[in-house]
């Protein structure tokens, strides 16, 4: 079961008088990258909080947020005046004000804005008793957001098995299109010769050593038995239950090889034809691949 890298997820849980909620965004990225956001008080989980992520997601680009929300009037802050900043910037004031004659007046809403001079505490908490709660939230998330990538991963598996089969016809037509290919080359070498040399004898030695050397030199067995089997080895990744993204793309660029020497060893209208739908299909399951874990 392949699962997507684009999906959204959300958690919550209630502890006493304390929401606490989780939203996870993931997509699509060669490695895995976590970004997790929280209040800084709670930093200290963080680690534990990435754990469970890395967890859950192999592959993506993951952004989760997680957020504290009490129902109860006090502020989770306490305000507190840095008083010897405050008592150094009033000294200064001062001084200009003799210095240079300026009016010793100060307005309050001027040690307001002043960096520092009100230093934020957040409120102390007990993260023992708090961790469970955001572990619960964040988990529900996950699992939230597994549920949308299954259901993507889902939607992609069809339109992978849809272009695979495609493939296999294409390749069967091809396989059918061989034998005659040789065929014709025979008929038109002969051709050529006897307009060529009318009143001589052909040898027909000759000609079957021609016609044996085209054979050998356009022989596209090899690449067909190689196609086939990568198509095999994708449906087979397909059913894993393991992040097989970039296995799948490693697979498409052999396809891709193979069926670029099949084009040039095969030089006919209609296996041309045949290659050129092939990479357009091979195209499509390529920008699909980017999409899976």
Sequence with gaps: MIRSMTAYGSGEYRQEDT????????????????????????????????????????????????????????SPYTLKLNMPLVKSYFHIFKQLAREFGLDQKIRLESFCQMKDVILVKPEEVDLDEIRPGLQEALIQSLDSLDEMRTREGQAIEADFLKRLNLLEQYVIQIKKRYPDLVEEYSKRLKDKINHLMRDIDIDEDRLAQE?????????????IVRIKSHLNQFREYLSTDDAVGRRLDFLIQEINREVNTLGTKASDSLISRVVVEMKSELEKLREQVQNVE
């Design 211 to 223: 016609v044996a050397f085209l054979a050998e030199k356009s022989d596209i067995t090899e690449e």
């Design 19 to 74: 929401l606490l909620t989780a939203e996870t965004r993931s997509y699509n990225n060669r490695y895995r990258d976590i970004i997790l956001r929280i209040p800084k008080n709670f930093q200290s989980l963080e680690r534990d909080l990435k754990s469970i992520i890395s967890s859950k997601i192999r592959r993506g680009h993951v952004e989760a947020s997680v957020q504290i929300d009490k129902n109860v009037e006090k």
